[in-house]
């Protein structure tokens, strides 16, 4: 299946690179440009895309506006270009509310990837262009799962939930974390993979919509009841007894924060007492922390492929068989009240 992309950017610059980049992928056609919202909206509706590329900052209508109004006429999976600024993770934290699925830095790496890896936007842009139409979490239902047995013959309460995400992970986080009431009695850990210029407004917006109080991690911050840690962007999280600790390194990891190194030290940290979730993302960051948590006779939950943007993480523990529940995004938070208590 090719998928087809209207790329939306007001400079004509980087438009021809963007296109240009995109063309070089046998599996990718371009099927048109806008250089503002209202041209994006015209364009969606006209050309059909399966997905489309968007700049936050345009003018007539800015990218946001047009991620809503898309949403509103005719949803179509959409990747956002931000700057890795302040005002850029504010912007893109507000696209995903608005309906994005996704986002990428709006700068050459992006366009062209490191030598000898993949590139970054073909891999995006051919994952979101061909998810399901239920991707986007605006048209997402619950949908009652195929194994939904989220009580387990591990029947003590957790010490520690440990969260890992990457691809819909932001907004999957924030729907989760606004189910549990503000005497949540478990401290809870997320390792989401973003740039280090986004995580701190990322944690600063959710400790405002949550009832729960949410911070960026810093090291030697303590796990308390009723409080989150957000891993920093670029750096790893690793749990101890009662804290966690943060540094620059990646330890040999592809991802930093890595979902694997968040589950493998609360594993060893707390052994049993961790329940670890993994949501929506592509790869498989995260299968192997599960791994380790399952020997550890420690609990891990998967989101389902009904509720996911990208199936990929969560599918890789649930095929996996490491899995003890496999649940909707709606289920996971009153499931979480319940083995908690």
Known sequence: MTVRVLVVDDS??????????LAQNPGIEVVGTAEDGRQAVEKTLALRPDLITM???????????????????????????????FEGAQATLDSLEAGALDFLPKNKDALRGAPGQRNPLHERVLALGRALPQANHRLRKVV??????????RSQPPQLIAIGASTGGPVAVQTLLRALPARFPVPIAVAVHM???????????LDRDCALQVKEAQDGDRLEPGSVLIAPGAHQMRIERGRVRISADKAAQLYAPSVDELFTTAAAAYSSRV???????????????????????????????????????????????????????????????????
């Open 144 to 153: 009652p799962s195929t194994r939904s047995d989220a009580q387990t013959t």
């Open 55 to 85: 700049d936050y900052a345009m003018p007539v209508m800015d990218g946001i506006h047009a991620v809503r109004k898309i949403m509103g006429v005719r949803p179509t999976p959409i990747l956002m270009f931000s700057a890795l600024t």
């Open 195 to 205: 740039p280090h210029a986004f995580t701190g407004t990322y944690a600063q917006r």
């Open 275 to 341: 329940l670890g979730i993994v949501l929506t993302g592509m790869g498989q960051d995260g299968a192997r922390g599960a791994a380790t948590l399952r020997s550890a006779h420690a609990r891990v939950w998967a989101q389902d492929e009904a509720s996911s943007v990208i199936f990929g993480m969560p599918a890789a523990v649930a095929r996996a068989g490491l899995a003890d529940a496999v649940l909707g995004l709606g289920e996971l938070g009153p499931s979480l009240i319940e083995v908690s208590r």
């Open 12 to 21: 004509p610059f980087f438009r021809r690179q963007l296109c240009s980049s």
